[in-house]
């Protein structure tokens, strides 16, 4: 089992890494020390594992975000307490946007997972020229290639496309006025709850979810979205795309 957990680390186009809190005599989260690292890790990075294994976070030039009192302070409390965070922050030669998740392990373990984000930026840029205006909005909403929905601020259906219809198999009158959670598999509803405030939050989003369709069948989907506002400037509600990627996510375990 350890061998298969150590190829899926290494095989992952996520970065990874994983790290223990370091405390001063007051117990003050001053530091902290890395235990392992995934390949994509090191990429992003430009180190190699032995340069980053065994040393604290205080000796490696990772970026001012990975190393700061906020932040060790962020991760001391979901050490102590559990849970997960979110940040965006970039790579050292700065051509790189990345999304970093911390999650809690045991008491004063924990990991980081690193995403690029480019992609987002750029498809968040496309989301600001076509949602200018309800109108175009609409359009892109009936016509779009890909399946679409639309929650609350309580992450419950607003709307959705045909697409999203024919991709999970329900009827409208199921769907709207639901909680998005309720339509994933149960192990994923907490990692939604935990994510949703954080989408609210950074205006935009980029995940994955397993998904259950009406037969009962398990749907592996690719989310992008992006928070619309009124004229306040005040949430409104979400516009989100998302695909299937089940038989991708198959060839990758082949």
Not at 76 to 95: E, L
Not at 150 to 170: A, Q, R
Not at 199 to 227: C, P, R, V, W
Not at 235 to 241: P, Y
Request: with cysteine; proline share 2%.
């Amino acid at each position: 089992m350890k061998n298969l957990y150590q190829q899926i680390l290494n095989k992952s186009p996520f970065g990874y890494s994983y790290q223990k809190l370091i405390y001063d005599a007051d117990d003050k989260p001053i530091d902290y020390i890395y235990i392992e690292t995934n390949p994509a890790f090191d990429k992003i990075f430009g180190y190699t594992k032995n340069d980053v294994i065994g040393k604290k976070a205080s000796e490696l030039e990772l970026g001012s975000d990975f190393y700061s009192l906020e932040l060790l302070e962020k991760i001391s409390n979901i050490a102590s307490n559990g849970g997960i965070f979110q940040f965006v922050t970039s790579s050292i030669n700065k051509d790189q946007e990345l999304v970093v998740d911390v999650e809690s392990l045991d008491k004063d373990y924990f990991i980081m997972t690193f995403q690029d984000n480019t992609e987002t930026i750029q498809q968040k840029k496309i989301y600001e020229n076509l949602i200018e205006s309800e109108e175009k909005f609409k359009s892109l909403f009936d016509k779009a290639p890909l399946a679409y929905q639309s929650l609350d601020i309580n992450g419950n259906f607003i709307d959705v496309n045909e697409k999203w219809i024919n991709l999970l198999g329900y009827t409208r009158e199921e769907v709207i006025g639901k909680w998005f959670g309720d339509f994933l598999v149960k192990k994923y509803q907490k990692s939604f709850r935990e994510k949703f405030p954080l989408f609210k939050k950074n205006g935009f989003f980029q995940s994955e979810f397993e998904m259950i369709h009406k037969n009962g069948d398990i749907l592996s989907t690719a989310f992008d979205g992006k928070i619309g506002t009124n004229e306040k400037g005040e949430f409104k509600q979400t516009h989100c795309i998302l695909k299937d990627i089940t038989k991708e996510k198959k060839c990758r375990k082949i």
